[in-house]
């Protein structure tokens, strides 16, 4: 039978595979989409979805809002600046570029934050484990991207990487004291309405088509609801620093879709690279289950 912590790990693994799925699913929509505007859709339908989820299971709706306002609303800012400056960055730096700064810079921010600030302290393995699973994302993501490089790319990819870890970490302290689905409707509520500038500036009448509708559905509901209340579980058990390391298992639930549905192709030294990750992730699993 599986202990709380073991369950967090599974969870946040999971939350973790269905985030892998964005990128090929994003893949299926036209050409002529925002990808701005695609951030800030997620953001609205997992909103929605979180809070029937807070309303079916939780009795007391505004619990999380009034014991941790402050926390609840960096949360969603955070949320809302990692989504908006992962996807500006993608459009500058490339898909590899920007997904490898960004995905491999969030347990660094993590780890240095808990050191510095929280001045947690942490096992060989975990450290190991973040090292193994960093530079493997580099790889993988790096030898598969033919973009020019980009300063400003590259610092708003590092900026989604400080923001994923900032959210993590100040969610790590709600969900301590508040249920995790009520912690993730607030959250999402508040970035959801913090991206709504994005619907000003950028067309978004095509999110209405039949080419587009469906696979929106399923990212804001699948990819983003689904898997942050999973991954908001998981904070409730694990350090904050260890749910964003285990979430790296993301990129290679993306490589494994990009190649069965897109038909990419991937060098030996992508495969690898996720032979890595994996190794690394075993290290992060193994320091939290000691």
Not at 96 to 102: K, M, R, S
Not at 148 to 159: M, R, V, Y
């Amino acid at each position: 039978m599986l202990n709380k912590k073991n369950l967090s790990i599974l969870t946040v693994i999971l939350a973790a595979t269905l985030w892998g799925t964005t990128g090929t699913v994003q893949g299926l929509i036209p050409d002529y989409k925002e990808p701005l505007v695609v951030g800030a859709i997620r953001l609205y339908l997992a909103a929605i979805y979180l809070f029937l989820i807070s309303i079916l299971f939780d009795k007391k709706l505004l619990s999380a809002i009034f014991r941790s306002p402050v926390l609840i609303a960096f949360s969603g800012l955070f949320v809302m600046l990692y989504n908006m400056t992962f996807f500006a960055a993608i459009l500058i730096s490339g898909v590899g570029v920007g997904t490898a700064i960004t995905i491999g810079s969030a347990p660094i921010w993590a780890i240095l934050f808990e050191l510095i600030v929280l001045k947690s302290t942490h096992g060989l393995n975990k450290l190991i484990g973040a090292i193994l699973a960093v530079t493997g994302i580099c790889v993988l993501m790096l030898f598969g991207d033919n973009t020019d490089w980009s300063n400003l790319g590259a610092f708003l990819a590092l900026l989604s990487g400080l923001s994923y870890a900032l959210y993590s970490l100040s969610t790590s302290r709600i969900v301590k004291e508040v249920s995790h689905h009520n912690t993730a409707a607030w959250t999402f509520l508040i970035a959801a309405f913090l991206s709504t500038p994005v619907f000003i500036f950028f067309p978004s009448s095509w999110m209405f088509s039949n080419d587009a509708i469906y696979y929106l559905i399923f990212l804001g509901t699948f990819a983003t609801g689904i898997a942050y209340s999973f991954f908001t579980f998981g904070l409730k058990y694990l350090t904050s620093s260890t749910a964003v390391t285990l979430s790296l298992v993301e990129p290679i639930t993306a490589v494994i879709l990009a190649i069965i549905i897109l038909g990419e192709f991937f060098s030996i030294s992508q495969y690898l690279a996720i032979m890595v990750i994996i190794l690394g992730l075993y290290f992060t699993s193994k320091s939290e289950a000691d």
